[in-house]
């Protein structure tokens, strides 16, 4: 079970890198928000809004440290990982701890929650 929501995980990061919007959410529950380190909640249509538009684009996704752990059907991913793309024109590289909680409905795995903290002096 670890391991297919590890490969999930790599798969969902490859979808964001690709800067494939439909793809992204065929990972993301209808509900799915992510908490930004700054504590701000961007939801489904606005994150996949921005990633359709080419405001958002990733490069680079990397990540390391990475822990899953399944409680039946809810699985949390954590690890470290460094970004880098484009946010309105400005690139930005960030390294952040990272969380997916993800759960297992009608058979898949579905990103519920994914919620990002900055390191502190990165």
Sequence with gaps: MQEEV???????????VKNDAEAVGRFLADDWIV??????????ARFL????SGALTHEMMESEDTRVRVYGNTAIV???????????GQVFTT???????FVKQDGRWQCALSHLTRLAGK
């Design 6 to 16: 590890l490969r999930i995980e790599r798969e969902f990061s490859q979808a964001i």
């Design 35 to 44: 908490i930004d380190p700054d504590g701000g909640i961007v939801d489904r």
């Design 49 to 52: 809004g921005v990633m359709k």
């Design 78 to 88: 954590t690890a470290l990982t460094k970004t880098k793309g484009k946010f309105n």
């Design 95 to 101: 390294q952040e701890r990272a969380t997916d909680v």
